[in-house]
């Protein structure tokens, strides 16, 4: 799946996320955000100006969300998405009514619709993570020209194969057909067991690289 895929998906097939901001004193403040549309590029959702989580987002510019879809944990497929965000205003609040129609419900007249603006999600930083799937299933991605930073762990020229992070690696993702061996990111839980136990220390996070 590329961005757009997980954009969509999150919209489609989830919907509602929680969304953190920070507030003036710097702590995180969460809601519940409904996502109206997606595209290649980003989110698109909406809030009254008179809330606080509009003050937040246009105090820093910047949101990070979270959806979950699945009956229970070993069902679920969560993604995650953080970046910056702008204001696009009123003019796209009737096609997002007419994809959520639900919304009328909410604010049943134009008169009460004055109240809301639109943001879009512009740029930023997003994972996938499947626990449905044997081993996990996670990847990263990255949309509206944002730069993704590597994340998770990296098996290094040090390595021995002595095979004692085998052990400890609760999705037995670690490669040693390899020299050095590989840790398959895709299936990896990122829990750090194999840094940890490495008596070469052969192991280090990817942005150390």
Not at 79 to 86: L, M
Request: charged content about 20%; glycine content about 10%; some cysteine.
């Amino acid at each position: 799946m590329d961005a757009g895929a997980c954009l969509r998906y999150l919209q489609r097939e989830i919907h509602t996320a929680v969304a953190a901001t920070i507030d003036t004193d710097g702590l995180p403040v969460t809601c519940a955000v409904d996502i109206m549309d997606a595209d290649e590029g980003g989110l698109y959702f909406l809030t009254a100006r008179g809330k606080g989580f509009y003050g937040r987002l246009k105090a820093t510019g910047y949101l990070s969300l979270t959806g979950i879809k699945g009956e229970n944990t070993m069902s679920r497929t969560a993604i995650s998405v953080r970046g910056k965000v702008r204001e696009l205003g009123g003019a796209p609040l009737p096609r997002l009514f007419d994809m959520n129609p639900y919304m009328r419900e909410i604010y049943p007249t134009p008169a009460s619709q004055r109240a809301l603006t639109v943001f879009r999600l512009y740029a930023g930083e997003g994972e996938w993570f499947d626990l449905s799937k044997k081993p996990i299933e996670r990847f990263s991605f990255s949309f509206g020209q944002a730069v993704l930073n590597p994340e998770g762990y990296f098996i290094t020229e040090a390595c021995t194969g002595c095979r004692i992070c085998e052990a400890v690696c609760p999705q037995g993702c670690i490669d040693f057909s390899a020299v050095p061996a590989v840790i398959r990111q895709a299936h990896c839980l990122r829990c750090g067991n194999c840094m940890e136990v490495c008596p070469q220390s052969a192991v280090i996070r990817e942005d150390e690289k």
